[in-house]
Nanobody
Framework: QVQPVESGGGLVQAGESLRLTCTAP????????MGWVRQVTGKEREGISC????????WYSDSVKDRFTASRDNANKMVDLQMNKLKPEDTAIYFC??????????????????WGQGTQVTVSS
């Protein structure tokens, strides 16, 4: 496995919940902050969460704060994203990636290029 593998997306109605899971290669995961990034076709990627390597702290974007909860399982090289109170504007493809949080802005690590296929989340109104 070279790329992260994301799963758990689907079609839900506004207000419902989904839980995404990502399994990442050891070289991508170990010792690195890991987070979630989403992208709408034709728009820039948006970093929405970033969890430290130990799992002790997670930063969230304002767009998902208080609705989404990220976690990681270091033994199994997995990161999860529990998404509650979903809104139509959460519709996007979701990816996991190493991340950096700078001045409250979450971005993918600049040295990461092995993006997975992502998982599609569609929220209907």
């Amino acid at each position: 496995q070279v790329q992260p593998v994301e799963s758990g997306g689907g079609l839900v109605q506004a207000g419902e919940s989904l839980r995404l899971t990502c399994t990442a290669p050891r070289l991508t995961f170990d010792g690195r902050a890991m987070g979630w990034v989403r992208q709408v076709t034709g728009k820039e990627r948006e970093g929405i969460s970033c969890t430290t390597a130990s799992g002790a702290r997670t930063w969230y974007s304002d767009s998902v704060k208080d609705r989404f909860t990220a976690s990681r399982d270091n033994a199994n090289k997995m990161v999860d994203l529990q998404m509650n109170k979903l809104k139509p504007e959460d519709t996007a493809i979701y990816f996991c990636a190493p991340c950096v949080s700078v001045a409250s802005i979450i971005v993918p690590a600049s040295d990461f290029h092995s993006w997975g296929q992502g998982t599609q989340v569609t929220v209907s109104s």
